[in-house]
């Protein structure tokens, strides 16, 4: 049993995540929202939980390593600067930061490199994301990572190659490019797929989340992974022996 803290307790994520806490048998050991302090929580609790903001990563990642405790990083709309955090922290404390907690995504990310690295350069690749209403980041977290594991799987960078959204006169589309496209709306919880487009067939990797339920044992099952953990930053795939 772990005293697990959660920043961001008040969203949506945070109510299912305290849910999950205690189905797992855990103690809540307090949440913080905007405003809160992240040391004291920090201090009370054997491991953190942040599915809040990416302003508040910073302070975050440092109340982990002031309090020596592990950390699941699972905010999105994090821009490099956020990972060059994420990566300095992990030189002190265990740092899991990912787009998707959920087992079924987890094993898709593996499905699309392995699909991407054998179609070849000829299968075009376009991601399409559906998400609820609310949602404040495009493209979602879990789309940018199916898309770095389409990169893995060319063997290219997705920065270079990524096209995100069109509009107006685009031209024909780039061979070998990346697209990403949002769509918001409803309540949906998240769905993703990844189409590879050859002459001809196509080939569509999805995943549909039906309710936040998932990511939040996902979470939780990362939080008890990092506990004996030194040190480092960690991705789901290890979590979950993929
Ligand atoms: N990795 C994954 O598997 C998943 C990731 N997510 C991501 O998790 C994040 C939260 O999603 P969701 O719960 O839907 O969003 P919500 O807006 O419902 O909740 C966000 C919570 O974070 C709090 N918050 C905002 N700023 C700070 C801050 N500076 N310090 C502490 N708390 C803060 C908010 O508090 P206040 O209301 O006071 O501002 C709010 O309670 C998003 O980035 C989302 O994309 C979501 C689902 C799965
Ligand atoms: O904001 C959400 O709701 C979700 N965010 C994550 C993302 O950006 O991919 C994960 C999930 O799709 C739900």
Do not use: C
């Not at 929202?33 to 054997?46: E, V």
């Not at 609820?132 to 879990?142: I, Y």
């Amino acid at each position: 049993m772990a005293r697990i803290g959660i920043i961001g307790s008040a969203g949506r994520m945070g109510n299912a995540l305290q849910a999950a806490v205690a189905a797992a048998g855990h103690d809540y050991a307090g949440g913080i929202d905007k405003g809160g302090d992240p040391l004291a929580l920090a201090q009370a609790s054997d491991v953190l939980v942040d599915f809040s903001a990416p302003a508040a990563l910073e302070y975050n990642l440092d109340a982990a390593i002031h309090a020596g405790k592990p950390i699941v990083v699972g905010t999105t709309g994090l821009e490099e600067r956020h990972h060059w955090l994420v990566d300095a922290a992990a030189v002190s404390v265990p740092v899991l930061q990912t787009g998707n907690t959920s087992l079924g995504v987890t094993l898709l990310s593996y499905l699309v490199r392995e699909a991407a690295q054998r179609l070849g350069e000829d299968w075009d690749i376009e991601i399409v994301e559906t998400h609820h209403r609310m949602k404040v980041d495009a493209p979602s977290g879990t789309a940018i990572l199916l898309g770095e594991a389409a990169a893995r799987g060319r063997g290219v960078s997705l920065h270079e190659e990524e096209v995100r959204g069109r509009d107006g006169i685009t031209g024909a589309r780039k061979a070998g490019t990346i697209g990403f496209a949002s769509l918001r709306g409803g309540t949906v919880a998240g769905d993703h797929s990844v189409h590879f487009l050859a002459d001809n067939e196509r080939l569509t990797l999805s995943h549909l989340a039906e309710n936040r339920g998932i990511f939040a044992r996902g979470a939780i099952r990362a939080a008890e992974w990092l506990l004996d953990k030194k040190a480092g930053r960690y991705t789901m795939p290890e979590v979950l022996d993929l």
